[in-house]
């Protein structure tokens, strides 16, 4: 499973992004998985930002709640987390990571990074 982010860009304050995550080696589209945004600050540790699974089930860590959505288009190939009112606090290298061995009823979280096996390589946003 490969997984390269894209979108991330220097903006101002109040502005969005769209982060993409573009998923080959992998048949996403005919399987169960649990997809996730986490966002790391050199000097801090890594914080899960949002997560989706197979399903359409969705969550958000308290920070992107009501500014940041997580999507998938429909082929499931391509991962985006719409980033809009944003803040210098979001400023980090965002990165998609990829459990393609979820299935339905377990947890799909940002809260366990743990369970995700794949990482892209990252994506800069900075906000000022």
């Known amino acids: 499973v490969q997984l390269v982010e894209s979108g991330g860009d220097s903006v101002q304050a109040g502005g969005s992004l769209r982060l993409s995550c573009a998923v080959s080696?992998?048949?996403?589209?005919?399987?169960?998985?649990?997809m996730g945004w986490f966002r790391h600050v050199p000097g801090e540790e890594r914080e899960g930002v949002a997560a989706?699974?197979?399903?359409?089930?969705?969550a958000y860590a308290d920070s992107a709640t009501g500014r940041f959505t997580i999507s998938q288009d429909n082929a499931k190939v391509t991962f985006y987390l719409q980033m809009n009112s944003l803040k210098p606090e979001d400023t980090a290298m965002y990165y998609c990571?990829?459990?393609?061995?979820?299935?339905?009823?377990?947890?799909?979280?940002?809260?366990?990074?743990?369970?995700?096996?794949?990482w892209g390589q990252g994506t800069q946003v900075t906000v000022s």
């Open positions: 989706i699974d197979s399903h359409g089930g969705t």
């Open positions: 080696g992998y048949t996403v589209s005919y399987t169960e998985y649990c």
């Open positions: 990571a990829a459990n393609p061995f979820w299935t339905y009823g377990a947890v799909c979280s940002y809260t366990r990074p743990a369970d995700f096996g794949y």
